[in-house]
């Protein structure tokens, strides 16, 4: 037979009910477990609640939540887990009922001063994260005189739980917040040396390619020319590298930077497929264009978008063998503008053009590698089209080419 009336026990359970919707509510852990000891209080008629917590590095028990003025104070003490009735609860994970307190050597006698009451009566029960014992928290004193019943222990054995999770979900979110600060600083570090590398190498090799043009065009005889030029090359290609580079840290400052106006996209295409015509010539490589005098606007950042198509054009250029060819298609769809780049070069295995657009993702292993790069132009065109809320993506078919569609 319950000691509470009906109307006690709806009670209990409402204010229960009232803490965990709380619980749920907020992660401010100090006014939650002070809402935790009023409620156990309270609902047991008990004149003091007091929550422990398990300190591993002093091996004690130590206070986070008390009632009344002096609670600062009191988080100073240390209980001993050794001879003390909270350190005997937490040691055996189970509730401990001491109805005479004072006779009890176990009584640790530092706390009767903060908390304003003689201990008589205690009630502890344990706080438990799965099967872990994380502290105690502890009733003092009936305000009836009465026994502490086993209703009062169930009563805070819910709060108890509740307390835990409180807790626990408190020391996630400060594990969560201090990884996301270090993450944070990493990529920080990361784009700062990506920022000055970039910046640094792009000075020197400046003044590589500026004089080794001097040459090319001073230098009389053909062998010292053809020296020249192959300088030249290779200086070109890690100005390609570097210019990657930087546009990784320009993504890193994020879409802040985008630089909108009305463009429109057939003529952007038209000034890509310019930039790279030599390219084609090289290789043999013919480029078609739908539509070419067309005009399709929107806005956007032109720079942007020419890194983008440019990239892609670029791979299509690199991937697909001599007197191969590309063909671009633009149309309006609905509200959007699509554009697909087409070629018919070696196309890409099926289970890699999902990760082709991360980042330093190739296909070939680099050290098998016939073609050049690092794997960031897709990663940055990518980057570019999502900067846009645009879409881009990839059909292949294994040896005979793909098609880049950017949306
Ligand atoms: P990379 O600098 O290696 O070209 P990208 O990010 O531009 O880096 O491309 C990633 C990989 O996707 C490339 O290494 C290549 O294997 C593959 N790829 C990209 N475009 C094409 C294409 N048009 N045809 C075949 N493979 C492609």
Redesign the pocket.
């Given at each position: 037979m319950s000691s509470l009336s009906e109307e006690q026990q709806i009670d209990r359970l409402t204010r229960l009910l009232d803490v965990s919707r709380q619980l749920s509510a907020t992660l401010e852990l100090d006014s939650l477990l002070q809402l935790i000891i009023e409620v156990a209080s309270e609902l047991t008629f008990s004149e003091s609640c007091l929550i422990l917590l398990y300190d591993p590095q002093t091996k004690s028990l130590e206070f986070i939540a008390s009632p009344g003025v002096r609670s600062k104070e009191i988080k100073t003490i240390r209980v001993p887990i050794e001879g003390s009735i909270a350190g005997a609860v937490f040691k055996k994970g189970s509730p401990l009922i001491v109805q005479n307190a004072h006779s009890d050597p176990r009584l640790f006698r530092g706390v009767d001063q903060f908390i304003q009451h003689t201990t008589k009566s205690i009630l502890a029960v344990p706080m438990m994260i799965q099967d872990r014992t994380i502290g105690v928290i502890e009733l003092v004193n009936k305000k009836d005189g009465n026994n502490f019943s086993k209703e009062d222990q169930t009563t805070l054995s819910i709060l108890a739980s509740h307390a835990a999770v409180a807790i626990q979900n408190t020391n996630l979110l400060v594990t969560l917040k201090k990884a996301n600060e270090e993450l944070k600083a990493l990529d920080r570090l990361k784009s700062d040396f990506i920022a000055i590398a970039s910046h640094e190498l792009r000075t020197p090799l400046g003044i590589v390619l500026g004089h080794a043009t001097y040459l090319e065009d001073i230098l009389e005889d053909r062998e010292g020319r053809e020296q020249a030029e192959i300088i030249i090359q290779h200086g070109e290609r890690l100005k390609n590298i570097i210019e990657?580079l930087g546009n990784i840290d320009t993504f890193q400052s994020g879409k802040s930077r985008l630089r909108k106006s009305s463009i429109d996209i057939c003529k952007l295409i038209q000034e890509v497929v310019q930039e790279y015509q030599e390219m084609a010539e090289t290789k043999n490589i013919s480029i078609s264009i739908d539509n070419p005098q067309g005009e399709l606007k929107t806005t956007g950042d032109k720079e942007k978008l020419h890194i983008a198509f440019g990239?892609?054009l670029?791979?299509?250029l690199?991937?697909?063998n001599d007197r191969g060819k590309i063909h671009i298609k633009t149309n309006r769809v609905g509200n959007f503008i699509e554009t697909s780049?087409i070629?018919n070069?070696?196309?890409?295995p099926e289970s890699?053009l999902e990760k082709?657009?991360?980042?330093?993702?190739?296909?070939?292993s680099h050290l098998t590698?016939r073609?050049?790069?690092?794997?960031?132009?897709?990663?940055?065109?990518k980057d570019m089209v999502m900067f846009h809320e645009g879409k881009i993506w990839?059909e292949?078919v294994l040896g005979k080419?793909?098609r880049?569609t950017v949306l």
């Open positions: 990657d990239n892609i670029k791979n299509a690199i991937y697909t780049i070629d070069g070696i196309g890409i890699d082709i657009f991360e980042r330093f993702y190739q296909v070939e590698r073609y050049g790069g690092m794997g960031l132009g897709l990663s940055i065109a990839v292949s080419g793909s880049f």
